[in-house]
T-cell receptor, first 113, second 111 residues
């Protein structure tokens, strides 16, 4: 138990579907992140939120749409994805600014068919 | 971004001490060094963090020389369950560097 909970753990969706990944952190942190990890590749930072405000968008395609309603919750809305978007999506949080120790959730395995 | 360099892979046997070295020649004055462990299909997990000299916790030790241009993660008496990817990150309180993961070191522990 890391204090960062992601749901669902596994998701299969068609290319025309719309789905969302949810993340909740119980650590009182004020920064939250989405990472993508494809097979045998390093983790890629996608989005950064500090105090609910998006401070980083690492050139992520618009078919990925993040939402951060408060410092404890983070969503990743998915629509018209491609098969190459199949990956492990990891949510993380930290206290303070970017750079403090990052706590990850268990991840959501996404398969696009 | 401060670049870190680690060996791609390492092999060890159960009961041995494993030392993984990370090079970070461009480390800044305010940067900390943090190591994470990742098992397959899971998120990375914090192992240890340090600024200089030596840090030890119940899991590992971190050795940082005076020039701080490298660091060594030491895992005492590894077991099969230590088979994982280990990442070295460098960064301070602000900035993206401490959020940027490299390729890590894949440690394989054999019986």
């Amino acid at each position: 138990e890391t204090g960062v909970t992601q749901t669902p753990r596994h998701l299969v969706m068609g290319m025309t579907n719309k789905k969302s990944l949810k993340c909740e952190q119980h650590l009182g942190h004020n920064a939250m992140y989405w990472y993508k990890q494809s097979a045998k590749k390093p983790l890629e930072l996608m989005f950064v939120y500090n105090f609910k405000e998006q401070t980083e968008n690492n050139s992520v395609p618009s078919r990925f749409s993040p939402e951060c309603p408060n410092s404890s919750h983070l969503f990743l809305h998915l629509h018209t994805l491609q098969p190459e978007d199949s990956a492990l999506y990891l949510c993380a949080s930290s206290q303070g600014g970017e750079g403090n120790t990052i706590y990850f959730g268990e991840g959501s395995w996404l398969t696009v068919v | 971004l401060a670049k870190t360099t680690q060996p791609i892979s390492m092999d060890s046997y159960e009961g041995q001490e494993v030392n993984i070295t990370c090079s970070h020649n461009n480390i800044a004055t305010n940067d900390y060094i943090t190591w994470y462990q990742q098992f397959p299909s899971q998120g990375p997990r914090f192992i240890i963090q340090g600024y200089k000299t030596k840090v030890t916790n119940e899991v590992a030790s971190l050795f940082i020389p005076a020039d701080r241009k490298s660091s060594t993660l030491s895992l005492p008496r590894v077991s099969l369950s230590d088979t994982a990817v280990y990442y070295c990150l460098v960064g301070g309180d602000t900035g993206r560097r401490a959020l940027t993961f490299g390729s890590g070191t894949r440690l394989q522990v054999q019986p």
